[in-house]
């Protein structure tokens, strides 16, 4: 078996895998990134769909404090594009 132990209950008759304590907090890191990441796409959308600009400040702080690394994208232009600098 890759990692636990089966504990069999003699009172219930019920049989349990066990799971070594370093797995568990695996686990509880997996469900708070997995937790994270749809919320961050959640705001992601929130920000996209607004106009009002406090509001964009707020969902931007809050995408920010979630993930602090993250940039938000250059807003498009609708003009021609820029010449590239040689």
Sequence with gaps: MAGGDIVRDSTSNTVTLQEPPNMVERKKELKRRYHRKK????????LAGTTVEADRQM???KILHLSPEW????????GAPAAAAN
Excluded at 39 to 46: F, P
Excluded at 71 to 78: N, S
């Design 59 to 61: 969902i931007l702080g």
């Design 71 to 78: 940039k938000p994208a250059p807003a498009a232009t609708t």
């Design 39 to 46: 919320k961050v796409r959640k705001l992601k959308l929130k």
